[in-house]
């Protein structure tokens, strides 16, 4: 059974730094690309940012592009998001996923989300 | 790429037959999935490719289209399906969602 368990959200000023971690297992991690999506409280889902699974294709959306970096460490079933110069709007629950090539790169395997809150 | 879902919310009966629509800004082909999320829960992948259904997921859910137009319908409500529903595009970075259908009980 694949498990994708998130860390590293909290509480955090505007203009502060976090970094997300997904912990990965059931899974071939280093056979998967993954994502990250967010999800403001009450509203839709957002996707953040990609990364092939060798990490050498790396994708951003425009709202946070500059601000955030997706890395992964394969050795340690582990996928990151370094999140830097946080706004008010980028309090959200943040999943994790995996891209599944076999599925038109959908999102099979989602985590249960860490929760980012942006507030002074 | 924009996506519009409509309806934004629908009330329904257990035993309906419904159907949301998703509209692409630009053709994406068949590069477009859907998910159904519950309150405090990760979405589910219900649909890949337009209209493969994901293992696991019940025959009365079935998918439809290509290029800008696209369907998801259900096709006997069941208790257990009433949720908010999100369409998402694979074809092209950045990727998007759809700002979702939420499916109530009437």
């Known amino acids: 059974e694949v498990q994708l368990v998130e860390s590293g959200g909290g509480v955090v000023q505007p203009g502060g730094s976090l970094r997300l971690s997904c912990e990965a297992s059931g899974l071939t991690f280093s056979g998967y690309a993954m994502s990250w999506v967010r999800q403001p409280p009450g509203k839709g889902l957002e996707w953040v940012s990609h990364?092939?699974?060798?990490?050498?294709?790396?994708y951003y959306a425009d709202s946070v592009k500059g601000r955030c970096t997706i890395s992964r460490d394969n050795s340690k079933n582990t996928l990151y998001l370094q999140m830097n110069s946080l706004r008010a709007d980028d309090t959200a629950v943040y999943y994790c996923?995996?891209?599944?090539?076999?599925?038109?790169?959908?999102?099979?395997?989602w985590g249960q989300g860490t929760l980012v809150t942006v507030s002074s | 790429i924009q996506l519009t879902q409509s309806p934004s919310s629908l009330s329904a009966s257990a035993g309906d037959r419904v159907t949301i629509t998703c509209r692409a800004s630009?053709?994406?082909?068949?590069?477009l999935a859907w998910y159904q999320q519950k309150p405090g829960k990760a979405p589910k992948l219900l649909i890949y490719a337009a209209s493969t259904l994901q293992s696991g997921v019940p025959s009365r859910f079935s998918g439809s289209g290509s290029g800008t137009d696209f369907t998801l319908t259900i096709s006997s409500l069941q208790p257990e399906d009433f949720a908010t529903y999100y369409c998402q595009q694979l074809n092209s970075y950045p990727r998007t969602f759809g700002q979702g259908t939420k499916l109530e009980i009437k």
């Open positions: 996923a995996t891209d599944s090539s076999l599925r038109g790169w959908s999102h099979n395997d």
């Open positions: 990364i092939g699974a060798s990490g050498g294709s790396i």
């Open positions: 630009q053709g994406i082909s068949s590069y």
